[in-house]
């Protein structure tokens, strides 16, 4: 199975965002219920039984953590995200790795869209500029093991574990 362990996420402005990068951007869009932070990509695991017991230690963030300004990985851009610099992340990815998890070089953020082909670099950087301290949505405080299913429509996620809750949260 190919795993990984994210918190969803909830973008209150994704469809204006994609809109706004119409003509600009080209490339493939995440599903806005696919969208999500990762702690850590674990690749192809069989048995889930050691996970789950790593994941008991984590606790979960103790609120929804807010998603401003959007961003990009690679020269020229291949990625555009969206970005948060909260410190509860960084302390919640040294739990991780108290935990045994390896998050090497981990940055907070959420893919939003892999970009084939930049059309308008200006307007592009433009819109980059028009989102910066916005607030775009929220990290949710819950952390689950997903398995990622790929296929010819795209990936599918399914939920395999939630870590502990804070009583009073729902899922």
């Known amino acids: 199975m190919r795993l990984f ?12 965002i994609r809109k706004d990068f ?4 080209e ?4 599903k806005e219920k696919n ?28 609120n929804a953590i807010d998603i401003s300004d959007l961003g990009c990985f690679g020269r020229p851009p291949k990625i555009l995200y969206a970005k948060t610099q909260e410190q509860p992340f960084f302390h ?15 940055q907070p953020h959420i893919t939003l869209c892999r970009i084939k082909k930049i059309h308008n670099h ?18 949710m405080p819950q952390i689950f093991l997903y398995q990622s299913i790929l296929d010819e429509k ?7 574990f939630h ?6 949260q729902k899922f």
């Open 92 to 106: 919640k990815a040294k739990e991780f790795a108290s935990a045994g998890f390896k998050l090497d070089g981990f």
């Open 35 to 62: 969208l999500h932070l990762t702690w850590v990509f674990l690749g192809d695991i069989e048995d889930i039984k050691p996970l789950i017991g790593q994941l008991n230690h984590i606790s979960p963030l103790e």
């Open 122 to 139: 200006k307007a592009y950087n433009k819109m980059i500029r028009h989102y910066q301290g916005k607030i775009l949505g929220s990290v």
């Open 22 to 25: 119409e003509g600009i951007i």
């Open 154 to 160: 795209g990936p599918t996620y399914k939920r395999l």
């Open 5 to 16: 362990v994210a918190s969803p996420v909830v973008m209150d402005h994704y469809i204006a």
């Open 27 to 30: 490339g493939k869009w995440v």
């Open 163 to 168: 870590g502990k809750t804070i009583k009073g």
